[in-house]
């Protein structure tokens, strides 16, 4: 079978590596590139299984990757939706202290949001929260006004429909079985084709870790999967949530804690948690793939993490089989709730990546080499700063372009 020709091959049709080819084709047209999807739809993973929000930048350290380019990519997100017609709602959000200990945390939250330039935030007294949302529960609150609500497979299709005005061209049903570099580009071998890219970017989410060691055997990275799983409101409970409502988030995970969140097309998810999942695309319970949990397991740094949280690791789990559990975690923010008020939901995968020493990866990760470049950690607020990010990884890839 002969080998197509591209000057750069994108591995992952998520938002982050449809972005990308965007931002590459918007810079330079004559580009010829082709995106590489293992799946028959593209953003079927982390991207259609988000809560849909459109992050402000409050919770990230200031400086970081992940502060930079959700500012930036928060206004270009918001000018992306209206020149193109993709609904949205900046409807604000309430970050909320239940309990005098988390007051310190909701402090420093304020701190970074101050840092990070958002303007308009404010802490705001239990009767002032209760005017945003009458039936929480807090002691003292952070108003956000930047937050907002959107969908990213809209926005996703859209990049998709973008990139094929401008030539790009997207294969679906591709899942890569191998990655080459020489001397002349990168060679990409998937299960019925070979590619060949001038450059290549891995953008492959829940497996871009194996990706990249396809190449890279010394990265120090391993995609650990947790399943966040959601709850619906009935119906007849939806008026207990007026838009946003988030809980103090714990400061040693990069999870914000079972929330209220407002869906763009309608209804009230309640949650995610955050526990470990036995597969890489384990979105149920039951789903167990034996060889990627083993290797979860065998791992130095998962064991480490495990170690130190087994405690957190057990409740998450606990909450994930109770349903009475995790509605004892919203009963937190809004008491009025009840078990019969509460139905499953849908669930996604976040792609953790984690080092050998056990520390969970906090910012965008992503390793380089002459032709490749491999994005090993884009987590939330990845979908907000999409575009950013993808500009980010454009002008690395053509940093040295001739």
Not at 137 to 156: C, F, L, M, N, R
Not at 366 to 378: G, H, K, L, M, Q
């Amino acid at each position: 079978m002969s080998t197509k020709k591209f000057d750069i091959v994108i591995a992952g049709a998520g938002i982050v590596g449809l972005a990308s080819a965007m931002n590459l084709l918007r810079t330079k047209r004559d580009l010829k590139i082709a995106i590489l999807e293992k799946e028959d739809k593209i953003a079927l993973h982390q991207t259609g299984n988000n809560s849909g929000v459109i992050h402000s930048g409050i919770y990230y350290k200031p400086g970081s990757q992940k502060a930079v380019n959700c500012k930036l990519g928060y206004d270009k997100m918001l000018q992306f939706a209206k020149e193109n017609d993709i609904p949205y709602d900046i409807c604000g959000k309430i970050i909320v202290a239940t309990q005098t200990k988390e007051l310190a945390s909701l402090e420093n939250i304020y701190n970074r949001g101050v840092a990070n330039g958002l303007n308009g935030i404010k802490k705001i007294s239990a009767e002032e929260t209760k005017e945003i949302e009458p039936y929480v529960h807090s002691i003292e609150s952070v108003w956000v006004p930047q937050a907002g609500i959107i969908d990213y497979k809209k926005v996703a299709a859209k990049y998709a429909e973008i990139i094929q005005e401008l030539g790009g061209e997207i294969y679906l049903g591709h899942k890569i079985i191998g990655v080459k570099e020489s001397q002349e580009g990168v060679h990409i071998e998937t299960e019925n084709q070979t590619f060949f890219g001038k450059k290549f970017i891995n953008a492959c989410g829940l497996y871009s870790d194996k990706i990249t060691k396809m190449t890279n055997r010394e990265a120090d990275v391993q995609i650990i999967p947790f399943r966040g799983e959601y709850y619906v409101l009935n119906k007849k409970k939806e008026y207990l949530v007026k838009n946003l409502i988030y809980p103090v988030p714990d400061p040693q995970f990069p999870f914000l804690g079972v929330h209220f969140t407002r869906m763009i097309n309608g209804g009230i998810e309640a949650g995610p948690n955050a526990v470990l999942a036995f597969a890489r695309e384990g979105y149920k319970k039951t789903d167990i793939n034996f060889g990627e949990f083993w290797e979860t397991l065998r791992f130095s740094g998962f064991r480490k993490i495990a170690q130190k949280y087994w405690k957190e690791g057990a409740e998450e789990m606990y909450r994930s089989w109770s349903k009475n559990a995790f509605c004892k975690a919203l009963q937190a923010l809004i008491p009025e709730i009840q078990i019969h008020d509460i139905e499953p939901g849908n669930a996604g995968i976040r792609a953790q990546a984690c080092d050998s020493k056990g520390n969970l990866v906090d910012d965008f990760l992503i390793y380089e080499s002459n032709a490749i470049v491999n994005v090993c950690n884009a987590p939330s607020p990845a979908a907000t700063a999409s575009i950013a990010i993808g500009e980010q990884i454009a002008e690395r890839t053509l940093k040295s372009w001739s």
